[in-house]
């Protein structure tokens, strides 16, 4: 590998490590930055019920704004699953898309479920499952299976 291509490969893990710990960080800075905003509103209500010290009220009111902001980040995650559809409409959308399978993916449909329909096959000697044999087959030799052809 070039020294070129040496850099480019080090500057790319090290942007993806940053990209990995964006969301986190995201998260930390929105929760100190909405509890400077609202804590001169708030601080009355915590004088009222007792809290000592506006250090006491920041920290109080910083984990409020990061426990909702996170519960709302794992209820869209988890439960509503809103960003599922989406990403299934842009794979739909691409023309490029072909169900390329990644260099893994073949090894284990060769190991595994290639010999499984070829086992089905040749117990069910129906249409359907030389079909599935068939495309199975075509899908690990070349990697992809054309739209027309599944």
């Known amino acids: 590998m070039t020294s070129k291509g040496k850099f480019k490969k080090f500057i790319m893990l090290h942007v993806w490590r940053i990209q990995q710990g964006q969301g986190v960080l995201a998260l930390l800075f929105v929760s100190f930055s909405l509890t400077g905003i609202f804590f001169p509103y708030i601080k009355p209500f915590f004088i009222d019920i007792g809290l000592v010290g506006p250090i006491v009220g920041l920290a109080v009111l910083f984990c409020i704004i990061f426990l909702l902001l996170f519960s709302l980040g794992l209820a869209y995650d988890t439960r509503l699953e809103l960003w599922r559809p989406r990403n299934e409409v842009l794979m739909e959308r691409n023309p490029y898309t072909t169900y390329k399978l990644l260099p893994w993916e073949v090894s284990v449909n060769r190991e595994l479920w290639l010999p499984m329909t070829k086992a089905l096959d040749d117990y069910f000697k129906s249409e ?20 027309g052809e599944r």
């Not at 359907?128 to 739209?147: L, M, P």
């Open 128 to 147: 359907s499952s030389s079909r599935a044999n068939d495309i199975i087959t075509k899908w690990c030799v070349d990697g992809y299976v054309k739209e």
